[in-house]
């Protein structure tokens, strides 16, 4: 999200681009149902019966599936994080759409991360001269 608001904020690409693109990596994300069918902690069935309820009632689908017992807090945690390193990267999102190309992206994750180790350089020197 950082490295977004970089591209933002340097004139690389646009807000609106930026929301694109984060839209298009989150649509790329593996869905909890298919996660937990796929990591065995629950059927097919259960997964179904969760969806049935998730349209009448709005509710998340984990908050429903531990509701209904199929999960608890725990296997809902790791579904999420495993969901949360199934989508691409940003940076791959934005050249697949064209908004950057893959040179483009190395030069801006270089210069965004020289901007990052700087602030904390920066940061680190006033407590270390403390000591």
Request: hydrophobic share 45%; proline share 3%.
């Amino acid at each position: 999200m950082w490295f977004g608001i970089h591209l933002v904020r340097n004139g690389k690409i646009t807000a609106d681009q930026l929301v694109d693109a984060i839209e298009s990596q989150l649509g790329s994300q593996v869905q909890i149902g298919h996660l937990a069918i796929n990591r065995g902690v629950m059927s097919i069935d259960q997964v179904k019966e969760v969806l049935l309820n998730q349209a009448e009632s709005q509710l998340p689908f984990g908050q429903i599936a531990i509701n209904l017992g199929y999960l608890t807090t725990r296997s809902l945690a790791d579904l999420l994080l495993h969901q949360s390193n199934s989508e691409p990267p940003l940076c791959e999102v934005l050249a697949d759409l064209g908004m950057l190309n893959k040179s483009e992206v190395k030069t801006e994750l270089r210069s965004f991360r020289e901007q990052i180790t700087s602030a904390v350089d920066s940061i680190d020197q006033p407590v270390v001269a403390a000591l």
